[in-house]
């Protein structure tokens, strides 16, 4: 479904990816683990266009999208919950949900999705008029995650959702998480310095280092590898 | 009293347009953090148009209230245009530099467009033709108010009714302010930002050049000039209300509007910028993001 091609990106004269390919599969749930500064966001930044590539390719379902404007691969089917979930602060619940949803025209189907959203997480539907900004971390992960969705996307790209979280939330977001994979069918990337928690939820997994992907494998030998385990697993 | 009214009347009158102007720098500093130097001059280019639609139309035998639509319609649609053109060719190559790169582009392209209507129109005030049509019903109240007035603080009012619900109720109003609030993260939601932008000058600009027609209509009189001067005061109004917003434009325009009237009035009319500039000094002390400003915690 996607797939990364020796992918170099710069910010300025730094080069923060220095090469990176990857394979993500119809219905995997992938990972990408490192420390931080290893340049998993920026990472997700390229997939997207925010921060283009200067050379490499990135291929969507067949077709190259690097050096594609960003609102034009999001309209291919990629969505994305950010670092710091983003919020529109002055935006309502519903707003944001809206905003979700702004290459979609299919007024009834984003009325249903906003429903689904909010079976999801019915926390969100008691504060659909409240301004984003007013709600906790765990509340605004919800509507980040719910925002993304309101896009039908095909690939999922999670950065960080466990980052700041209560245990409690992370537990609940992890499981919406497999769960959207499993019921919808949707692809996922996954990236998290939380490598234990991230492991358990994916099919395979990356492990990224100053820029360059150093390892690969299943998540399961990724969680019994030996250096995973004391660079990341803290075992 | 009798006195009192009428400057209140005149202050009404006139921030009213300041408001209308104001509504432009406003919308565009909350998209792009930019304070458009050239947007005054857009408000008389959109007086300048109205004026020769309207000299034309009224050689060619036309007269009355189809005068008025057609000039204005003309003058807006034109004054959109340069505002979507100067976007393009001034500021949107400079959106990545620093921020002051943009504003001298801005401060350029000002001059640009004042000596451009300069060369083109001469320096003389030229004779605006009161196109604003007169109420009967307003007769009554001549003493205070004249119908020009009633039209001017009307449309005003409606425009930024129409405004308001513009920007909260539709989906070009919601990315509008998405984009905002965070720019990268609309974009990550497939708003095209460009796009955004483009519209938000071409709405500015729009409601400047309604307010250059409805001004000069009601003073009689243009020159290259005017767009400076008005440009001034409105943005000052728009940071006096809190740059950014909304309401505050309004609120900014009919606070200036008001002291320069009385201020006019009471004291002299020498004095009218002296009050003016005194009270945004004033404001910026006591509350630096103005009055309906939400006052902001840099992040690190």
């Known amino acids: ?235 | 009293m009798d006195y009192f009214l009428e400057l209140l009347i005149g202050g009404l009158t006139r921030g009213s347009i300041y408001a209308l102007i104001a509504l432009g720098y406003t919308m565009v500093y909350g998209i792009i953090e930019l304070i458009n130097f050239a947007h005054g001059e857009i408000y008389m280019i959109g007086a300048f148009t109205a004026l020769i639609i309207a000299s034309v139309l009224t050689m060619a035998g036309m007269s009355g209230l189809s005068v008025l639509i057609l000039a204005s319609v003309v003058a807006v649609i034109y004054a959109s245009a340069y505002g979507f053109t100067v976007e393009k060719i001034a500021y949107k190559p400079l959106r990545q530099a620093q921020r002051l790169s943009p504003l001298i582009s801005a401060i350029g392209m000002s001059i640009f467009l004042q000596n451009y209507v300069l060369i083109a129109q001469t320096s003389d005030f030229l004779p605006f033709p009161s196109l604003l049509p007169e109420l009967p019903f307003m007769d009554a109240y001549a003493q205070f108010m004249g119908s020009s007035e009633l039209i001017i603080v009307a449309t005003t009012a409606v425009m930024t009714i129409i405004l308001t619900l513009f920007i909260k109720f539709t989906k070009m109003g919601k990315a509008m302010r998405a984009t905002a609030q965070d720019r990268n993260m609309a974009m990550l939601l497939g708003v095209n930002v460009n796009r955004v932008i483009s519209n938000t000058f071409i709405i500015g600009s729009a409601l400047a050049a309604v307010g250059g027609i409805l001004i000069a209509s009601h003073i009689g009189r243009i020159n290259f000039y005017i767009g400076f001067i008005a440009g001034i005061k409105a943005f000052t109004a728009a940071v006096l209300g809190g740059i950014g917003s909304i309401p505050g434009a309004v609120l900014g325009g009919l606070i200036l509007g008001w002291t320069e009237s009385f201020a006019t009035g009471y004291v002299s009319s020498d004095y009218e910028d002296v009050f003016a500039f005194a009270l945004l000094v004033l404001i910026l002390i006591f509350r630096p993001a103005g009055l309906l400003g939400k006052s902001t915690v840099q992040k690190v």
Not at chain 1, 103 to 123: A, V, W
Not at chain 1, 210 to 217: D, P, S, T
């Open chain 1, 1 to 235: 479904m996607l797939e990364l091609d020796d992918v170099k990106t710069f910010y300025g004269s730094i080069m923060a990816l220095k090469g990176v390919s990857l394979k993500i599969g119809e219905g995997e749930i992938i990972t990408l683990i490192g420390a931080n500064g290893a340049g998993k966001s920026t990472a997700l930044m390229s997939i997207c266009g925010i921060v283009p590539p200067r050379s490499g390719k990135i291929l969507f379902r067949g077709r190259d999208i690097s050096g594609r404007d960003p609102h034009g691969i999001v309209s291919l089917g990629i969505s994305q919950v950010p670092e710091g979930r983003r919020i529109f602060p002055q935006l309502t619940v519903m707003e944001n949900l809206d905003m979700g949803a702004f290459l979609r025209n299919d007024k009834g189907e984003i009325k249903k999705d906003m429903e689904h959203c909010f079976e999801l997480f019915p926390i969100l539907a008691q504060r659909r008029h409240q301004p984003g900004g007013t709600l906790s971390g765990g509340e605004q992960q919800m509507l980040a995650i719910s925002r993304a969705l309101m896009a039908r996307p095909r690939l999922l790209l999670l950065d960080e959702p466990s980052l700041g979280l209560a245990p409690i939330f992370v537990r609940l977001i992890f499981k919406i998480i497999e769960k959207i994979n499993r019921e919808d069918g949707t692809t996922i990337f996954l990236v998290e310095q939380n490598a234990h928690l991230a492991l358990q939820v994916a099919h395979r997994g990356y492990v990224m280092e100053n820029g360059r992907i150093v390892l690969e494998g299943s998540a399961q030998s990724l969680l019994n590898n030996e250096d995973v385990k004391r660079a990341y697993l803290g075992i």
